[in-house]
Protein backbone atom coordinates (compact mmCIF):
# COMPACT_ATOMS: atom_id res chain seq x y z
CA UNK A 1 0.00 0.00 0.00
CA UNK A 2 3.14 2.02 0.05
CA UNK A 3 2.67 3.40 3.22
CA UNK A 4 6.20 4.62 3.63
CA UNK A 5 5.54 7.19 1.03
CA UNK A 6 1.87 8.46 2.92
CA UNK A 7 1.70 11.98 3.66
CA UNK A 8 1.72 13.23 7.17
CA UNK A 9 -1.33 15.64 8.44
CA UNK A 10 -0.03 18.73 9.99
CA UNK A 11 -2.71 20.34 12.23
CA UNK A 12 -3.63 18.07 15.34
CA UNK A 13 -2.41 20.80 17.61
CA UNK A 14 -3.36 23.63 15.56
CA UNK A 15 -7.09 22.56 15.44
CA UNK A 16 -7.20 22.56 18.70
CA UNK A 17 -5.88 25.59 19.04
CA UNK A 18 -8.36 27.00 16.45
CA UNK A 19 -11.60 25.53 17.96
CA UNK A 20 -13.37 28.89 19.31
CA UNK A 21 -12.56 30.35 15.58
CA UNK A 22 -15.34 28.11 14.07
CA UNK A 23 -18.48 27.50 16.37
CA UNK A 24 -21.85 27.41 14.48
CA UNK A 25 -24.39 30.15 15.11
CA UNK A 26 -26.40 27.46 17.45
CA UNK A 27 -29.90 27.71 15.73
CA UNK A 28 -31.62 24.38 14.61
CA UNK A 29 -30.98 23.63 10.64
CA UNK A 30 -33.73 23.68 8.53
CA UNK A 31 -36.11 20.49 8.49
CA UNK A 32 -34.86 17.76 6.03
CA UNK A 33 -31.15 19.32 6.09
CA UNK A 34 -28.46 18.24 7.29
CA UNK A 35 -27.03 21.40 7.86
CA UNK A 36 -27.53 24.99 6.15
CA UNK A 37 -24.32 26.99 4.75
CA UNK A 38 -24.90 30.53 3.11
CA UNK A 39 -28.19 29.76 2.81
CA UNK A 40 -27.74 26.54 0.67
CA UNK A 41 -28.99 23.10 1.96
CA UNK A 42 -26.44 19.86 2.44
CA UNK A 43 -29.56 17.34 2.86
CA UNK A 44 -29.46 14.12 4.63
CA UNK A 45 -30.16 12.51 1.65
CA UNK A 46 -26.84 14.36 0.08
CA UNK A 47 -24.98 13.35 2.83
CA UNK A 48 -26.21 10.00 2.79
CA UNK A 49 -25.25 9.58 -0.44
CA UNK A 50 -21.91 10.43 0.45
CA UNK A 51 -21.49 8.38 3.04
CA UNK A 52 -22.64 5.28 0.73
CA UNK A 53 -19.95 6.58 -1.61
CA UNK A 54 -17.40 5.46 1.09
CA UNK A 55 -18.51 2.35 2.17
CA UNK A 56 -19.27 0.94 -0.85
CA UNK A 57 -15.69 1.70 -2.38
CA UNK A 58 -14.22 0.31 1.24
CA UNK A 59 -16.67 -2.88 0.35
CA UNK A 60 -14.77 -3.04 -2.75
CA UNK A 61 -11.76 -2.75 -1.70
CA UNK A 62 -11.57 -4.87 1.08
CA UNK A 63 -12.87 -8.70 0.27
CA UNK A 64 -12.14 -10.22 3.24
CA UNK A 65 -15.60 -9.73 5.88
CA UNK A 66 -13.96 -9.48 9.05
CA UNK A 67 -11.70 -6.87 7.80
CA UNK A 68 -14.78 -4.99 6.59
CA UNK A 69 -16.75 -5.24 9.68
CA UNK A 70 -13.43 -3.81 11.22
CA UNK A 71 -13.27 -1.26 8.67
CA UNK A 72 -17.24 0.03 9.74
CA UNK A 73 -16.39 0.22 13.00
CA UNK A 74 -13.41 2.24 12.81
CA UNK A 75 -15.67 4.77 11.02
CA UNK A 76 -18.29 4.46 13.29
CA UNK A 77 -19.09 8.20 13.40
CA UNK A 78 -18.87 8.13 9.20
CA UNK A 79 -21.92 10.08 8.96
CA UNK A 80 -21.03 13.10 11.26
CA UNK A 81 -17.51 13.28 10.05
CA UNK A 82 -18.39 13.55 6.62
CA UNK A 83 -21.14 16.46 7.26
CA UNK A 84 -18.43 18.20 9.13
CA UNK A 85 -16.09 17.89 6.35
CA UNK A 86 -18.46 19.12 3.50
CA UNK A 87 -19.19 22.13 5.92
CA UNK A 88 -15.73 22.74 6.32
CA UNK A 89 -14.93 22.11 2.49
CA UNK A 90 -17.14 25.49 1.51
CA UNK A 91 -16.06 27.52 4.23
CA UNK A 92 -12.76 26.88 2.55
CA UNK A 93 -14.10 27.76 -1.04
CA UNK A 94 -15.55 31.05 0.35
CA UNK A 95 -12.18 31.84 2.52
CA UNK A 96 -10.35 31.32 -0.92
CA UNK A 97 -12.63 33.41 -2.54
CA UNK A 98 -12.75 36.04 -0.43
CA UNK A 99 -8.75 35.73 -0.96
CA UNK A 100 -9.25 36.21 -4.59
CA UNK A 101 -7.12 32.21 -4.59
CA UNK A 102 -8.24 29.89 -7.98
CA UNK A 103 -7.37 26.42 -8.69
CA UNK A 104 -6.90 25.30 -12.13
CA UNK A 105 -7.75 21.51 -13.36
CA UNK A 106 -4.26 21.71 -14.96
CA UNK A 107 -2.78 22.33 -11.46
CA UNK A 108 -4.94 19.53 -10.14
CA UNK A 109 -3.66 17.31 -12.69
CA UNK A 110 -0.26 17.77 -11.80
CA UNK A 111 -0.31 17.12 -7.82
CA UNK A 112 -2.18 14.04 -8.83
CA UNK A 113 0.31 12.96 -11.08
CA UNK A 114 3.33 13.50 -8.91
CA UNK A 115 1.53 12.07 -5.58
CA UNK A 116 0.58 8.57 -8.20
CA UNK A 117 4.64 8.48 -9.47
CA UNK A 118 5.23 8.53 -5.09
CA UNK A 119 2.15 5.90 -4.28
CA UNK A 120 2.67 3.78 -7.19
CA UNK A 121 0.17 4.39 -9.72
CA UNK A 122 -3.35 5.30 -9.82
CA UNK A 123 -5.03 2.44 -7.91
CA UNK A 124 -2.30 2.64 -5.01
CA UNK A 125 -2.89 6.92 -4.71
CA UNK A 126 -6.75 5.92 -4.46
CA UNK A 127 -6.38 3.20 -2.05
CA UNK A 128 -3.92 4.92 0.54
CA UNK A 129 -6.41 8.10 0.18
CA UNK A 130 -9.75 5.82 0.93
CA UNK A 131 -7.60 3.67 4.37
CA UNK A 132 -6.22 6.80 5.50
CA UNK A 133 -8.70 10.25 4.40
CA UNK A 134 -11.64 8.20 3.84
CA UNK A 135 -12.15 9.77 0.29
CA UNK A 136 -13.55 7.32 -2.45
CA UNK A 137 -12.00 7.18 -5.45
CA UNK A 138 -14.35 9.62 -7.04
CA UNK A 139 -13.77 12.44 -4.93
CA UNK A 140 -10.06 11.99 -5.15
CA UNK A 141 -9.58 15.06 -7.70
CA UNK A 142 -12.18 17.22 -6.17
CA UNK A 143 -10.12 16.52 -2.76
CA UNK A 144 -6.90 17.19 -4.20
CA UNK A 145 -8.57 20.71 -5.45
CA UNK A 146 -9.52 21.36 -1.79
CA UNK A 147 -5.43 20.61 -0.76
CA UNK A 148 -4.79 23.27 -3.41
CA UNK A 149 -6.40 25.63 -2.22
CA UNK A 150 -5.94 25.66 1.45
CA UNK A 151 -1.94 25.56 0.12
CA UNK A 152 -2.64 28.74 -2.06
CA UNK A 153 -4.79 30.10 0.14
CA UNK A 154 -2.11 30.29 2.91
CA UNK A 155 0.00 31.42 0.57
CA UNK A 156 -1.55 34.26 -0.31
CA UNK A 157 -1.88 35.25 3.21
CA UNK A 158 1.66 35.03 3.79
CA UNK A 159 1.50 31.95 6.38
CA UNK A 160 1.50 28.03 6.69
CA UNK A 161 -2.50 26.03 7.50
CA UNK A 162 -1.63 26.09 10.87
CA UNK A 163 -0.75 28.84 12.25
CA UNK A 164 -3.57 31.28 13.51
CA UNK A 165 -4.14 33.81 10.41
CA UNK A 166 -4.80 31.01 8.37
CA UNK A 167 -7.36 29.64 10.98
CA UNK A 168 -8.50 33.27 10.59
CA UNK A 169 -9.29 33.61 7.36
CA UNK A 170 -11.53 30.47 7.98
CA UNK A 171 -13.32 31.72 10.94
CA UNK A 172 -14.32 34.79 8.93
CA UNK A 173 -15.85 32.70 6.21
CA UNK A 174 -17.50 30.76 8.75
CA UNK A 175 -19.19 33.72 9.80
CA UNK A 176 -20.31 34.99 6.65
CA UNK A 177 -21.99 31.71 5.73
CA UNK A 178 -24.26 31.93 8.93
CA UNK A 179 -23.71 27.63 9.26
CA UNK A 180 -26.65 25.95 10.36
CA UNK A 181 -26.23 22.28 11.62
CA UNK A 182 -28.86 19.56 12.52
CA UNK A 183 -27.80 18.86 15.76
CA UNK A 184 -27.86 14.90 15.25
CA UNK A 185 -24.54 15.63 13.55
CA UNK A 186 -22.99 17.42 16.47
CA UNK A 187 -21.85 21.22 16.91
CA UNK A 188 -20.39 23.14 14.46
CA UNK A 189 -17.15 23.35 16.60
CA UNK A 190 -13.88 21.77 15.39
CA UNK A 191 -12.39 20.44 18.67
CA UNK A 192 -16.07 19.00 19.96
CA UNK A 193 -17.44 18.64 15.99
CA UNK A 194 -15.67 15.51 14.91
CA UNK A 195 -13.25 17.79 12.00
CA UNK A 196 -9.77 15.92 13.30
CA UNK A 197 -6.47 15.56 11.79
CA UNK A 198 -7.91 13.60 9.01
CA UNK A 199 -8.86 16.40 7.36
CA UNK A 200 -7.45 15.94 4.28
CA UNK A 201 -7.40 19.12 2.46
CA UNK A 202 -4.86 20.08 5.79
CA UNK A 203 -2.43 17.67 5.07
CA UNK A 204 1.65 18.20 3.92
CA UNK A 205 2.43 16.34 1.32
CA UNK A 206 5.97 14.65 1.68
CA UNK A 207 8.62 16.21 -0.86
CA UNK A 208 9.79 13.92 -3.82
CA UNK A 209 11.95 11.12 -2.20
CA UNK A 210 10.84 12.00 1.31
CA UNK A 211 9.59 8.99 3.32
CA UNK A 212 7.12 9.08 6.25
CA UNK A 213 7.04 6.34 8.64
CA UNK A 214 4.87 2.87 8.48
Not at 129 to 135: F, H, M, N
Not at 161 to 167: E, I
Request: some cysteine; aromatic content about 4%.
Amino acid sequence: MHRRRRHALVLSAALAAAAPLLTACGSDARPGAAAVVGGQRITVAQLQSRVNEVREAQRSAIADDAQYQQAIARTGTLARDTLHQMVLDRVLDRAAQDAGVTVTRREVQQMRSGLEQQAGGSKGLETAWLQQYGVPPQRLDDDLRLQLEAQKLAAALHTETSQPAFWKALSAASGELHIDLNPRYGAWDVQKGGVDARTPWLREVSKPGSQQPA
